[in-house]
């Protein structure tokens, strides 16, 4: 996908001292569902990504590869009963100046096929899954997330880490609008 256009969205102040973290993941869910309904494929960034502390601070912004699919999206998420009072919408624009390209790439833990498990014994086997586990944990205590409700109404955290990318990763985002590892979506540093 090929970030060409974008909105802006910004978290109003909370009165009942709910997180920022937690009001993301109300509005991502939103944006998978808005999405799921209108067929339009969107990748989300935090422009204020660390830049108070531990921080993704209180604006997403949802970019898209066209002003038209946008204006979809952006219609469906305007239209949750919540969404006026939380949040703040701003006008669709097209990407001009760019300073670079950076990615969120999603974490996630799975057990993982071990390949080529012939001869392995099952205790070796367990042994590996238990030390991708704690690896993967080590990281994660290092990652900023936020919690969202799936679909299904399970509740997992999108953990998130922002890597370098270049102009010509255009892969595709999952259902949340991140990167995965094998799709990595090039999103533009705006100045």
């Given at each position: 996908?090929?970030?060409?256009?974008?909105?802006?969205?910004?978290?109003?102040?909370?009165?009942?001292?709910i997180t920022n973290w937690d009001r993301f993941g109300r509005l991502i869910r939103a944006l998978h569902v808005g999405a799921t309904q209108t067929n339009v494929?969107?990748?989300?960034?935090?422009?204020?990504?660390?830049?108070?502390?531990?921080?993704?601070?209180?604006?997403?912004?949802?970019?898209?590869?066209?002003?038209?699919?946008?204006?979809q999206l952006y219609d469906s998420i305007e239209a949750c009963s919540w969404f006026e009072d939380e949040v703040e919408g701003g006008r669709i624009r097209t990407?001009?100046?760019?300073?670079?390209?950076?990615?969120?790439?999603?974490?996630?833990?799975?057990?993982?096929?071990?390949?080529?498990?012939?001869?392995?014994?099952?205790?070796?086997?367990?042994?590996?899954?238990?030390?991708?586990?704690?690896?993967?944990?080590?990281?994660?205590?290092?990652?900023?997330?936020?919690?969202?409700?799936?679909?299904?109404?399970?509740?997992?955290?999108?953990?998130?880490?922002?890597?370098?990318?270049?102009?010509?990763?255009?892969?595709?985002?999952?259902?949340?609008?991140?990167?995965?590892?094998?799709?990595?979506?090039?999103?533009?540093?705006?100045?």
């Amino acid at each position: 996908m090929i970030c060409s256009s974008y909105f802006d969205l910004k978290l109003r102040p909370s009165a009942d001292e709910i997180t920022n973290w937690d009001r993301f993941g109300r509005l991502i869910r939103a944006l998978h569902v808005g999405a799921t309904q209108t067929n339009v494929k969107f990748a989300i960034d935090f422009p204020e990504w660390m830049r108070e502390g531990f921080s993704l601070g209180d604006r997403i912004r949802v970019f898209g590869s066209e002003s038209n699919s946008l204006n979809q999206l952006y219609d469906s998420i305007e239209a949750c009963s919540w969404f006026e009072d939380e949040v703040e919408g701003g006008r669709i624009r097209t990407v001009k100046e760019v300073k670079g390209y950076h990615a969120l790439l999603h974490h996630s833990f799975g057990g993982g096929v071990i390949k080529d498990r012939k001869g392995i014994g099952l205790d070796k086997i367990r042994e590996t899954r238990a030390q991708r586990k704690m690896a993967f944990m080590a990281k994660a205590q290092s990652l900023p997330y936020i919690k969202i409700l799936s679909s299904t109404g399970k509740q997992f955290c999108l953990r998130l880490e922002r890597i370098h990318a270049t102009q010509s990763d255009t892969g595709e985002p999952n259902g949340y609008g991140v990167s995965r590892p094998t799709q990595i979506i090039a999103l533009p540093v705006l100045p």
